[in-house]
């Protein structure tokens, strides 16, 4: 099975390799679409490479250092009858291809249909891996927040308000076919009471209800792609005898000139047969200062920070807090403040460097432990 795996693999990166030298005099109009074919027909490559590496010090574990390929993904966005858009992407790591943004959408004025493997609208890993501010989301968002599903969404977008809402299946798409897969109902609601050029206040809540699974497992850890996932549950609960699970995301952004402030509180409630209901509560506060450059980057349509304009060297620090203790379940405590630096070359290519202080409570799976970890990375993306 994994000499399969690597085999396709290969194969997948062997044609990329060839589609990339082939389109390689094409490769910047690629990213604004190329045009060919009937009806509007439109495509561009898509893809992206971390090169990372890191040291950990002073942790029980001597993690020592690691260096590592991380996040490469190759797909293809298309175009086509002046409303429909399609999005293929596969990331290739840690010895398997894995399905990443898998869909078709279909849009009309300031609303838009989605239907195939996509982010349910809440938490902040949907803004993606080349926009995140550091270079890992923060463990409360890991443990609380959600990944991709397989539904329908619907957005409409209009100046200061956005609404984002869908049906999804609580089933892996990356696992075996498996029926009785449960289903959830999320939606977000965003407000923006100021929005002008350098300036922005944006208000979003996100209310989120899932049914149909027995247990439910909460896992996050150190910041960082350098460890796996096994390695990096430094707050783990399982809650099982599920009747049903609420959750619930509140987050402000604001931007004034040269300064980002982001905060974000998750709160995930699981109702339970003759068990106590288990509440699992983490939230963080970022903020960032252009050194170099005029602003941060606002997506309206999206309600996400997205990448500052080129030459921009961005400054950053983030405090987060994750808390799992709760209805006789010890799924452990932590909290870790950040510092890091963002250099943008152009649309392509990144330099990112990040400084986190790791503070992991008594009830952790992996021990009471305090340490640290510096980590680099070189992003370059398409």
């Known amino acids: 099975m994994k000499n399969s795996i690597k085999s396709l693999i290969f194969r997948a990166l062997l044609c990329s390799s060839f589609l990339l030298s082939f389109s390689a005099s094409h490769l910047l109009s690629a990213q604004e679409f190329v045009k060919g074919g009937a009806n509007g027909f439109e495509w561009r490559l898509l893809g992206r490479v971390f090169f990372d590496g890191g040291y950990f010090g002073g942790d029980t574990t001597d993690l020592g250092s690691s260096f590592?390929?991380?996040?490469?993904?190759?797909?293809?966005?298309?175009?086509?009858?002046?409303?429909w858009e399609a999005k293929i992407e596969l990331g290739?790591?840690?010895?398997?291809?894995?399905?990443?943004?898998?869909?078709?959408?279909?849009?009309?004025?300031?609303?838009?249909?989605?239907?195939?493997?996509?982010?349910?609208?809440?938490?902040?890993?949907?803004?993606?891996?080349?926009?995140?501010?550091?270079?890992?989301?923060?463990?409360?968002?890991?443990?609380?927040?959600?990944s991709r599903k397989f539904g329908v969404s619907y957005?409409?977008?209009?100046?200061?308000?956005?609404?984002?809402?869908?049906?999804?299946?609580?089933?892996?798409?990356?696992?075996s076919k498996t029926f009785d897969q449960g289903y959830s109902i999320a939606a977000k609601w965003i407000a923006r009471p100021v929005m002008r050029d350098r300036k922005l206040i944006h208000l979003s809540v996100a209310p989120l209800f899932s049914s149909g699974r027995e247990s439910v497992t909460l896992s996050a850890g150190v910041p960082t792609d350098l460890l796996a996932k096994d390695d990096n549950a430094y707050v783990n609960a399982t809650v099982d005898r599920l009747i049903n699970e609420w959750k619930l995301d509140l987050e402000m952004i604001v931007l004034y000139e040269k300064w980002y402030f982001q905060g974000q509180y998750f709160l995930n409630h699981?109702?339970?047969?003759?068990?106590?209901?288990?509440?699992?509560?983490?939230?963080y506060v970022q903020a960032g200062y252009m050194l170099l450059g005029e602003k941060h980057n606002y997506n309206a349509t999206t309600?996400?920070?997205?990448?500052?304009?080129?030459?921009?060297?961005?400054?950053?620090?983030?405090?987060?807090?994750?808390?799992?203790?709760?209805?006789?379940?010890r799924g452990g405590r932590l909290s870790d403040l950040s510092v890091g630096m963002n250099y943008f070359f152009n649309k392509y290519l990144a330099a990112k460097i990040n400084y986190t202080y790791m503070m992991v409570g008594a009830d952790s799976p992996m021990g009471e432990d305090d340490f640290s970890l510096i980590q680099a990375r070189l992003q370059f993306s398409f």
């Open 155 to 175: 957005s409409y977008n209009h100046g200061w308000f956005n609404f984002m809402g869908g049906i999804f299946s609580n089933g892996d798409m990356q696992k």
């Open 68 to 83: 590592q390929v991380n996040d490469l993904r190759l797909g293809t966005q298309i175009r086509f009858g002046g409303n």
């Open 270 to 283: 699981l109702n339970r047969f003759q068990s106590d209901n288990y509440n699992g509560q983490g939230w």
């Open 92 to 146: 290739f790591g840690d010895s398997k291809v894995s399905l990443k943004d898998i869909f078709l959408n279909y849009k009309f004025g300031d609303q838009a249909l989605r239907i195939g493997h996509q982010y349910e609208p809440f938490g902040n890993s949907r803004v993606g891996t080349s926009n995140f501010r550091f270079m890992s989301n923060a463990a409360s968002d890991k443990a609380l927040g959600n």
């Open 303 to 329: 309600g996400m920070i997205v990448n500052p304009d080129p030459k921009s060297l961005e400054l950053l620090c983030r405090y987060d807090v994750v808390d799992l203790n709760d209805a006789g379940i």
